[in-house]
C-alpha cells in the first residue's frame, strides 16, 4: 500500500483542529501511532474521536511547546512506548500588525509559540529519530518568502521556520533524517472564520469571498489539502526529498500580477 506509515509513531502539535487535525486523521489513515500534544488535551477530543472511529491509535498530551520542560517531559513519555520516526510541528499562533504597531510582546508571544515551540520539539525529539531516521515537517507559510501587508512579526517567525528547516534537514543528513518544510496559503480553518466575525462583524460573507479570491485558484484551501502533502512527505515514497519548502496556496506566491 503506497503512503503506508504502519507501526510509525508521528508526533504531532496543535492536532486539536485545523490543519493540525486534519494531518493527525491523515497519517492514523495510513497506520501510524498518532500523539498529539496540545495546550489542553480537551482541544483534541474532536481529533481522537475521529481517529478511534477508523480504528488507529491515537494518544494525547497536555503541553505548552513554548515550555521546554513541559516539551520533554511529553517526549520521555511517547520514546518510553516507542521511539519517534515523524514529527509534525504544526502548532503556531498569528498577529496582525505592522512594525509599528507590533509592540514587544508581540514579538515575545509569536516567538515562544512559532519559533520556540518548534526548537523545543525538535531539540527533544532529535535523539530518537536519530536512532533510525525519520521525517521532520515543520508548517511554516507563503509569508516565509513573500511579503504580506500588516504581518510582520507572523512573517519573522515563520522565515525563522523556514531557515531551521534548512539547517536540520542539512546537518542530519547522514542519520537518515529527511526535514522538509509546508507553507500553506490562506487555509478555511476555524481560525478564519473566527478572525473574520470578530473584525468584520455583519460582512461575514463578503469579506470570506474577499479573502478566498487573494489565491488565483478563487477559494481558500482546505486543511486535507495539506494534510494530504504531509503525508506523503512522511512517507517512504518522499525518501528522496529533504531541504524543501512546499508552497500549497492556490498560486499566491507565484501567479499574483501575472
Excluded: W
Aim: charged letters at 20%.
Amino acid at each position: 500500500m503506497k503512503f503506508s506509515l504502519k507501526h510509525k509513531n508521528a508526533v504531532v502539535t496543535g492536532g486539536g483542529s485545523g490543519i493540525g487535525q486534519a494531518i493527525c486523521i491523515a497519517l492514523a489513515e495510513q497506520g501510524a501511532n498518532v500523539h498529539i500534544l496540545e495546550l489542553h488535551s480537551s482541544n483534541a477530543i474532536e481529533t481522537v474521536q475521529s481517529i478511534e472511529k477508523i480504528g488507529g491509535k491515537v494518544n494525547v498530551y497536555s503541553c505548552n511547546v513554548a515550555k521546554g520542560e513541559e516539551v520533554r517531559k511529553a517526549f520521555e513519555s511517547i520514546i518510553a512506548n516507542g521511539k519517534v520516526d515523524i514529527l509534525v510541528n504544526n502548532a503556531g499562533i498569528a498577529h496582525i500588525g505592522n512594525l509599528e504597531n507590533t509592540s514587544v510582546e508581540d514579538l515575545d508571544r509569536l516567538y515562544e509559540v512559532n519559533i520556540k515551540g518548534v526548537y523545543n520539539c525538535m531539540q527533544a525529539g532529535i535523539s530518537s529519530l536519530k536512532e533510525k531516521g525519520g521525517v521532520i515537517i515543520n508548517m511554516a507559510s507563503i509569508a516565509s518568502s513573500v511579503g504580506i501587508n500588516d504581518r510582520f512579526a507572523y512573517s519573522m517567525t515563520k522565515g525563522a521556520v523556514l531557515t531551521m528547516t534548512y539547517s536540520v534537514a542539512k546537518d542530519y543528513l547522514d542519520y537518515g533524517i529527511r526535514c522538509n518544510c509546508i507553507s500553506p496559503g490562506r487555509v478555511h480553518t476555524p481560525f478564519v472564520d473566527g478572525f473574520i466575525k470578530k473584525n468584520y462583524p455583519g460582512k461575514e460573507e463578503e469579506m470570506f469571498e474577499k479573502l478566498s479570491k487573494t489565491q488565483p485558484i478563487g477559494r481558500m484551501g482546505k486543511p486535507e489539502e495539506i494534510a494530504n502533502m504531509a503525508l506523503y512527505l512522511c512517507s517512504d515514497e518522499a525518501s528522496f526529498i529533504t531541504g524543501t519548502n512546499f508552497s500549497i496556496d492556490g498560486g499566491f506566491t507565484t501567479l499574483n500580477g501575472s
